[in-house]
């Protein structure tokens, strides 16, 4: 995870350790959850109403768990991403 963030601050890097790791945790834990939702589906439907459903508790997961992951990476993104000069994008030779 450390790898999206090169040219961070160490000291910030350090800092933020242990979101690094609930967000390492939590992406590796919503592919487990997609893998079961791929297996079970996200939603039970009746066998003799297609009309009534319901969402399986996989489903729900995968929505709070989502949620989460991307909380934490826009904390992350907000503290630990390196802002770049605009003037040396490496587009100049295109102008």
């Given at each position: 995870?450390?790898?999206?963030?090169?040219?961070?601050?160490?000291?910030?890097?350090?800092?933020?350790?242990?979101?690094?790791?609930?967000?390492?945790?939590?992406?590796?834990?919503?592919?487990?959850?997609?893998?079961?939702?791929?297996?079970?589906?996200?939603?039970?439907?009746?066998?003799?109403?297609?009309?009534?459903?319901?969402?399986?508790?996989?489903?729900?997961?995968?929505?709070?768990h989502?949620?989460?992951?991307?909380?934490?990476?826009?904390?992350?993104f907000?503290?630990?991403?390196?802002?770049?000069d605009?003037?040396?994008?490496?587009?100049?030779?295109?102008?």
């Amino acid at each position: 995870m450390k790898n999206e963030f090169p040219g961070a601050d160490d000291n910030k890097l350090n800092a933020m350790e242990a979101l690094i790791e609930q967000a390492a945790y939590e992406r590796l834990y919503l592919q487990k959850l997609n893998e079961q939702a791929i297996e079970t589906g996200l939603v039970q439907i009746h066998p003799e109403n297609a009309s009534l459903q319901r969402a399986l508790p996989v489903s729900n997961a995968i929505a709070k768990h989502s949620a989460t992951l991307t909380n934490i990476m826009d904390k992350l993104f907000k503290h630990l991403a390196v802002e770049m000069d605009d003037e040396d994008d490496g587009l100049d030779d295109y102008e």
